[in-house]
């Protein structure tokens, strides 16, 4: 029984894996060892330790990886994605330095990055625009849409990518996996089966194919997004509108927050940089 087989990881719980194979099985695979780098997305190869069921001996080299990480711990999210696509809605209102920190992680992997503002047949839809108006002015795709009305829109900006579904609770993620995918249920209670009716209870995340070339890994909703594996610099780096200032300013270790002749300061006086951005920037710095 013990037949090497390469497959991909579509779905994580805990230290359980369901991986596709190339003809679609699916099996249940446990890492070997007691730690576990394996992340949805991941191309593994497996070796088959029952009818249903195998073990990952290795992981294909990534050409992404996106994670949130705290002092003590990090979380990994989705490996060899090219897109993220970051859900807000009008309704709750949503986490500004949450999304901030989102869009931070898509430029430290060089990701394609797409807002979606959606529920927008809601009357909270101008104070949620105004809300992203920083961002659309710095050159962010902004897509408006209603889930439960119409996600056609959104399938064009899928096509040809690995995107990664993430958001606060209570976005309307669920409802918008359900109108890209009809059968994400089916595919729900296929996966609770190969696991034993759902006794693995806790999705990290989950890939879903839209079509041959196409496919959309949706995580759980965050309330935290912890980014501390990036660096200053990195961080700076990552905000477009400072680009054109940084190295602009009287101090080379400059934190932009107090300093005199600060480059990015002095455009945000001059509003040349939104300052909501400049506050969000000194808030994850500061952390």
Known sequence: ??????????????????????????????????????????????????????????????????????????KIIAANVSQIVVVVATEPSFNDELLARCLLAGHDQNLDILIVLNKCDLPQIASARAQLAPYTKIGYRVLELSAKQDVTPLLSH?????????????????TLINALIPDAFAATREISTVLDSGKHTTTHARLYHLNADSHLIDCPGVQLF???????????????????????????????????????LKATAEGKIDERRLKLFQQITAK
């Open 158 to 174: 899928l096509q040809g990518h690995t995107s990664v579904l993430v958001g606060q609770s209570g976005m309307g993620k669920s």
């Open 1 to 74: 029984m013990n037949e090497n087989l390469q497959g991909l990881v579509i779905a994580a719980f805990g230290r359980h894996y369901l991986v596709e194979l190339p003809d679609r099985e699916i099996i249940e695979c446990v890492p070997r060892g007691k730690k576990s780098e394996v992340a949805c997305g991941d191309t593994v190869e497996v070796t088959r330790t029952g009818t249903d069921q195998g073990v990952i001996d290795r992981i294909a080299p990534r050409k992404t990886l996106l994670y949130r990480s705290d002092a003590f711990k990090q």
């Open 226 to 264: 912890g980014l501390h594996h990036l660096d200053f610099a990195a961080i700076e780096r990552s905000f477009p509108e400072f680009l054109p200032y940084l190295g602009e300013c009287r101090f080379a270790n400059c934190s932009h927050s107090h300093e005199p002749n600060c480059a990015i």
